[in-house]
């Protein structure tokens, strides 16, 4: 069965300061990886994703994600982050042969002037 | 305007009244999905259609109920809510069958039950 474990819950962080979220998957098949954001009282939305070739993701808002193999980890950064960033981020997989996507507990990024 | 929309919002009701959460999608998505919200959980699929008359069971189906008569609506019934249902709920929908693709999300619906 495959499952998503984000390894913090809550991340509090100084506008401007570099983040990472990490997320750490487990799965006996091919999955595709995901990271959506909630902002505040609205619903998730997709920030990016990998699904094959490059294994850095990059969305257009400057976060990134690796896709590491080995490790089965698919960490989320950004170099510089904004109060605008604050928002609970969420990891989800998905295999490459059903139906379902399995969504990590959620990680919430608090970013402080 | 592209979007997947949940009526209502917030409800507030008691256990074992019977009760149906709306979803509507204008993306002529064929996969629509319905998951919970729980603290420390994260989103669990309660579930999840691939096309109009067919739906399939998520991870959490037990109490709920699902039917897909057109392609834009797929609402979430709950024959008889207990506490154990409060919760926010999600609906969301993509292009094809799901795996791979981008999901929609509604705004979400908060269900408190008594």
């Known amino acids: 069965a495959q499952s998503v474990t984000q390894l913090d819950s809550q991340v509090p962080v100084f506008e401007e300061a570099p983040v990472e979220l990490r997320c750490n998957y487990s799965s006996s098949v091919s999955v595709y990886l995901f990271w959506y954001v909630q902002y505040p009282n609205q619903g998730l939305q997709l920030l990016l994703k990998y699904l094959s070739g490059s294994t850095l993701v990059k969305s257009i808002n400057g976060f990134e994600a690796e896709f590491n193999k080995s490790q089965t980890s698919f960490h989320l950064r950004q170099p510089s982050v904004h109060i605008r960033d604050t928002a609970e981020y969420f990891c989800?997989?998905?295999?490459?042969?059903?139906?379902?996507?399995?969504f990590g507990a959620g990680t919430r990024l608090f970013v402080k002037a | 305007e592209a979007q997947v929309t949940q009526n209502p919002r917030y409800l507030i009701t008691v256990t074992g009244k019977k009760l149906t959460v709306t979803c509507s999608q204008n993306?002529?998505?064929?996969?629509m999905s319905w998951y919970r919200q729980d603290p420390g959980l994260g989103l669990r699929q309660i579930y999840y259609?691939?096309?109009?008359?067919?739906?399939d069971k998520g991870d959490v189906p037990e109490g709920y109920k699902v039917s897909r008569k057109e392609k834009r609506n797929f609402p979430l019934i709950l024959e008889s809510p207990s506490p154990n249902q409060t919760s926010l709920y999600f609906c969301?929908?993509?292009?094809?069958?799901?795996?791979?693709?981008?999901?929609?999300f509604g705004p979400g619906t908060r269900l408190l039950v008594l």
């Open positions: 259609s691939m096309n109009v008359e067919a739906t």
């Open positions: 993306m002529n998505h064929e996969y």
């Open positions: 989800a997989v998905s295999n490459t042969g059903g139906f379902k996507t399995i």
């Open positions: 969301a929908s993509s292009a094809s069958r799901g795996v791979g693709e981008t999901q929609y």
